[in-house]
């Protein structure tokens, strides 16, 4: 199949003059009533891939969709549509003595393209923050989704026809690896790629695009519980930051645990236990929940548990000596993503909030927030973990890039 189609499609689309901000929001509350209208057939047609996958698969919880969710993701996009749009901002001005004036500008990134796996939400995500932004947006969901992506882009497509817009805006390519390969390659078309799934989905992508990328890394999550750790606040963020989704990026992984505060740890976890979280402890940490968790759910850690993202109802515990050891243990296991402290001394949660390395670092807060939405985003195209152009939930901003406009009255340059 010649993908080319598809991908000059995409860049006449984006040739066209800007569209009213008015116009901009007005559909994008449009697709969040749409779909809503469709919560029936989205969800029939959800339900169609997820009878192909086994439920204990961790993406199958990705995959699924509910009316909840549905409603949340249609919230979301309402959301981005009352935003205060970040294109034309003028970053910055300065007027040079030779009579220059030159401004700094936000402006589109341009053709954005988006591999992802068993996650439909993240069409209609990459939808709205891309035309919001003036950016075209092509999409290359896994064939475990493409029902589900294919009844979304339908209702997408429905809402920007009847404003007369068109479709090129928002592409869902074939979910083949043709596809795939193609738009690696797509150089001339496809201004920046963003992978959304496993690390070996990420690690492909970087690996073998030809298109600049930004990463979304995989979440490899710990939450330390220091010696002046609150055991009530502690048993509750511990619990949501695990137990509130496994399949997403922010569960947590591992729970580090002062050596000091071991004997609380079956106080710390009865949450999880009653939840049924498997749990993978180190010597210390299995002997203090030996006889406080149920054997079929506790076992020896092993060292590959260590540097593991679960994304199931299991979770590791290490235990540190000391506050340093805490930070290398991070430092060596973690992923960059999100990294908590559970703790009631200033000095620690000072020192951790500035060194940890991490694109989102947590003092006495579950890592589950790590969401565009919960930032004040609207929606997240993805959660960075690299540091050129975005770091963290990538909203309206990170979609954007700039330009210089300078402006003068006949001045030349001279050598």
């Known amino acids: 199949m010649n993908y080319d189609i598809y991908f000059q499609n995409a860049l006449v689309a984006g040739r066209k003059p800007p569209l009213a901000p008015a116009l901009i929001n007005q559909v994008l509350q449009d697709v969040a009533a749409e779909a809503i209208t469709q919560t029936d057939h989205l969800l029939a047609e959800n339900q169609k891939d997820l009878d192909r996958m086994d439920p204990a698969d961790p993406k199958y919880d990705r995959l699924k969709l509910t009316a909840a969710r549905i409603e949340a993701i249609a919230g979301d996009m309402v959301n981005v549509a009352h935003l205060d749009s970040p294109l034309g901002k003028q970053l910055s001005e300065t007027n040079m003595p030779n009579g220059l004036s030159i401004t700094k500008v936000r402006v589109p990134l341009g053709v954005v393209g988006v591999i992802y796996e068993a996650r439909p939400n993240v069409t209609f995500d990459v939808f709205a923050l891309c035309f919001k932004t003036g950016n075209i947006s092509i999409l290359k969901g896994g064939s475990d989704a493409d029902f589900s992506n294919r009844a979304i882009i339908s209702v997408i497509h429905k809402v920007l026809l009847k404003h007369g817009l068109d479709v090129n805006i928002a592409t869902l390519l074939p979910a083949d690896r043709e596809a795939t390969a193609a738009l ?184 589950a927030f790590t969401d565009g939405a919960q930032f004040g985003l609207g929606a997240e195209i993805g959660i960075s973990t690299q540091k050129l152009h975005a770091r963290g939930p990538m909203g309206l901003d990170e979609l954007t890039s700039y330009k210089w406009i300078v402006k003068g009255d006949g001045q030349t340059r001279n050598p």
Request: net charge negative; proline share 3%.
């Open 184 to 367: 690696l390659n797509a150089i001339g078309y496809v201004d920046v790629l963003i992978p959304r799934g496993s690390q070996s989905l990420i690690n492909f992508v970087r690996d073998n695009s030809k298109v600049p990328v930004i990463e979304t890394g995989a979440g490899i999550v710990h939450t330390y519980f220091d010696e002046s750790g609150d055991l009530e606040k502690g048993a509750e963020i511990i619990a949501n930051a695990k137990t509130r989704r496994v399949s997403v990026c922010n569960a947590l992984d591992c729970l580090i645990i002062h050596s000091s505060r071991i004997n609380d740890l079956p106080r710390l976890t009865h949450i999880l236990k009653k939840k049924q979280v498997e749990l993978f402890a180190d010597e210390a940490a299995y002997t203090a929940l030996k006889s406080n968790y149920p054997a079929d759910l506790l076992h020896k850690a092993q060292p590959e548990h260590f540097g593991t993202e679960f994304l199931s109802m299991k979770m590791a515990v290490k235990t540190v000596d000391n506050f340093k050891q805490a930070l290398e243990h991070i430092a060596v296991n973690g992923s960059k993503h999100s990294e908590a402290i559970i703790s009631e001394d200033a000095g620690n949660i000072a020192t951790f909030l500035n060194d940890v390395d991490a694109a989102a670092v947590y003092a006495n807060v579950s890592t």
